[in-house]
């Protein structure tokens, strides 16, 4: 029973098709709806007897029905008709006599019918008005007028608004959850293809429209075949990195045997290229080794660093630190912030080291006093293998890894890495990583 369900998976286009179809249906089907309830329904005409009764000095609140509206005024004269408008004697002198006074001092006012309904419309306002009249009644000062007229019915306005509003929300939820169904698989492809690592990124599932999974099956092919091409690149240079030790090995205790002052330059050779090995290595197994989850505290990890790097004659120094707990791997996080030391005190000649506290981030600051960095060269102090510094004389020594080992440490943290030249001269380094409670 599952197989077949399993098959039937539209397209996107097939979806968007039937989405906008069901939405046509729906709504030709809430226009039927209010055209079956009918034009709005008018107030109920007003007896004769009953404007009768407003002459007589009923309020405007005793007209029939609440969508009449009554004005008063006087006038010297009697109101005449406007184009639209004929005097009605007949009802004027009903309403004479129902209030007792002679048919002359009583005028009517009322619209003309159209002229088809004519002979209809005469027999139904012999007792009846409709939709606006003007009744004057003639006294010693002068004549007294009243001015009516039916309003729209608000009540059933109401009630179709309402109705059609609410038949828009009932469209617009089951639009709104079909479109998201559409769009989620989109969404997951548009998340994984924004990974920094997708070599490191889990498989995209292959689920949703047959466009979708056609490009997600793409994107696992070619998120793995970037996961081997790295493993493999990987693999290679640390062998290679790894089996230059043993020739060094032999390099150092041959070099014994040389006179002292010989010795002394190849030794030095000896030890800078294997700090080149070691970095490299750290280099290439950064990010492809799992890392441990703790707690850490960073101001413990850079004061003891400073105290280290100040045992062994560097000029580093604390100027301010807080209290800052991160979630992370101990080591890796003291290999960051090593780097960006060692690397202001190689190429700056001293290091200054703050930390600072706030919105659950810690900012790590370090600042040397040496010449800073081309504002050009900037964006590209972390890539791999480039030195801002030209020389590669074993005062400043290095391969240009540092930086780009403390990027990756920091990215895999959560953290950011930035750079900027110092307006007293200088570098500063300001690495930021998010806190735990």
Known sequence: MSAPLERINPSILTRIVALVAASLLLALAAMMLVAFRGPPPHARPMLLGEAAQLLRGAGASDAPGSAWSVTRYRSDRAPQPEPEQEIDGQAGAQIARLIGVPAA???????????PMRAMARADQRQMLHRAFVLAQRDGQGWRVIQAWQGANLRWYAITLSLMAGIFVLLLLPAYWVARRITQPIR???????TERPEQAQP??????????????AYNHMRARIADYLNERTAMLVAIAHDLRTPMTRLSFRLEQLPDGP???AQADVEEMRAMVTTLLDFMRQGSEPMARVRVDLSAIVETLADDLADMG????????ARAVALGDAGALRRCIGNLVENAVRYGGSARIAI???????????????????????????EPFYRGEASRNRETGGV????????????????????ANRAEGGLRVSLILPLVG
């Open 188 to 194: 997951q492809l548009a998340e994984g293809a924004a």
């Open 204 to 217: 995209l599932p292959l689920n949703g429209p047959p466009e979708v999974r056609a490009v997600g099956a």
């Open 263 to 265: 010795r002394a330059k």
């Open 314 to 321: 560097q000029d580093v120094a604390v100027v301010r630190s």
């Open 400 to 419: 240009g890894l540092g930086l780009s080992i403390a990027r990756t440490i920091a990215d895999s943290h959560g953290g950011r890495l930035s750079f």
């Open 105 to 115: 001092d009583i005028r009517l006012l009322r619209e003309k019918p159209p002229a």
């Open 356 to 382: 600072d506290v706030k919105g659950g981030r810690a900012t790590i600051l370090v600042e040397d006093d040496g010449p800073g960095v081309a504002e050009a060269a900037i964006d590209r102090l972390c």
